[in-house]
C-alpha cells in the first residue's frame, strides 16, 4: 500500500479492508519503533517536557493496549471491569524493566493481534467493552472500530513519542525517516 512513512511487509495475509487498516497500524506502529532508536535506558526514560510521559514508558503502554485489546476480542466478556488498579504504572518502566524488553513485548503484541485480526471472519464482529468509571453502561464495537481505536491510539502516543524525543536530543521522526534522502527542488 502506498502513502506510508516506514516499509510495511505485513506478517499475515490478508486483503482488503483488513490489509489497509493492518498497513497503517503498521506504518504508526514503525514510526513509534523509530522514535525509540537509539535511545539509551536513561534517555528511555527521561520525562523531558511538562509531562510525565517518557518514550520508553509510551511504548510499554501501547503494547498493553494491544496485548488488552486482543484478550478482548478473544474472551468477549460481557462482564469485563477495567481494573483501574492495574493502569498504576502503565506509563512507566518499572526498575526491573528495559526499554528492550517494551519493543519486543510491542512486537511480540502486534503480531498477535495482526494474526487475530486476519483470522476472523468479520470486522463486523461485536465484541463487548469493559466497563470503566467514564462509561458504566458500555456498547460493544465492532472489531473494525477496535481497530481504528487501536490505530488512533498508536498514532497519538506516536505525537507524544516525537516531542519527547525532540526535547531530549533534538532528532524528530520524520527527520530520522528521511535521512540521506535527496528532494527535488
Known sequence: MAG????????VD??????????????????????????????????????????GGLVKHVARVQRDM??????????????LASLADAYRLGPDETLA???AEYDRTAMEFDRLIAGLDSLDEMIPQAKA?????PEAWSVRRLVMHLLRETAHHCGHADIIREA??????????????????
Open 4 to 11: 506510508t512513512y516506514t516499509p510495511v511487509t505485513l506478517n
Open 14 to 55: 490478508v486483503s482488503g479492508e483488513k490489509n489497509d487498516l493492518l498497513t497503517l497500524l503498521n506504518d504508526q506502529r514503525g514510526l513509534l519503533k523509530v522514535t525509540a532508536r537509539g535511545l539509551t535506558e536513561e534517555q528511555a526514560r527521561t520525562a523531558s517536557t511538562v509531562s510525565t510521559l517518557t518514550v
Open 70 to 83: 486482543t484478550s478482548q476480542i478473544v474472551e468477549r466478556d460481557e462482564n469485563a471491569e477495567l481494573d
Open 101 to 103: 524488553e517494551s519493543l
Open 133 to 137: 468509571p467514564w462509561d458504566p453502561e
Open 168 to 185: 531530549l536530543d533534538g532528532q524528530t521522526t520524520m527527520a530520522a525517516i528521511t535521512e540521506g534522502q535527496t528532494w527535488e527542488a
